[in-house]
């Protein structure tokens, strides 16, 4: 399976949806299914905020900071701040879904950031259901 050829294909779905299209679809994202999703996912409770420009573009964002949850790094004092976050959303015309990355993203206490990709997390519009691709 090539992965820059899967790329291409869903670039080029969501580049075919309308901007009407995919205000539409925004608003048929099931996001508490999202959050008890990824809160079994992560073995914690997790809520997030959602921001939709109403053209396709949807980032959300933790609004708790997970630093203490962090295990033995959390004991040092590893963390300032960790989120769960999006690196990137896309809608699928043909598959009729949305995709996103979800996103551990870290400040350090003595300061830069970082982050790492945990899963990939999809909503079928058909199913009206979320699933988690690893």
Not at 84 to 99: H, L, Q, R, V
Not at 110 to 118: K, P, W
């Given at each position: 399976m090539d992965i820059r050829k899967?790329?291409?294909?869903?670039?080029k779905k969501a580049d075919s949806l309308t901007d009407e299209q995919k205000t539409e679809l925004?608003?048929?994202?099931?996001?508490?299914?999202f959050e008890a999703l990824i809160s079994k996912e992560v073995r914690t409770p997790v809520t997030f905020?959602?921001?939709?420009?109403?053209r396709g573009k949807i980032t959300f964002q933790s609004k708790e900071n997970l630093a203490d949850k962090a295990g033995i790094f959390s004991d040092v004092g590893?963390?300032?701040?960790?989120r769960?976050?999006?690196?990137?959303?896309?809608?699928?015309?043909?598959?009729?879904?949305?995709?996103t990355s979800v996103s551990l993203r870290w400040e350090?206490?003595?300061?830069?950031?970082?982050?790492?990709?945990?899963?990939?997390?999809?909503?079928d519009f058909d199913k009206k259901a979320w699933d988690i691709r690893k």
């Open positions: 899967i790329a291409e294909d869903i670039v925004e608003s048929q994202i099931d996001w508490k299914g905020d959602i921001s939709k420009t109403g590893a963390f300032k701040v960790l769960i976050e999006d690196f990137g959303t896309s809608f699928g015309k043909e598959d009729n879904n949305f995709y350090f206490s003595d300061g830069g950031t970082n982050g790492h990709t945990l899963f990939r997390a999809w909503y």
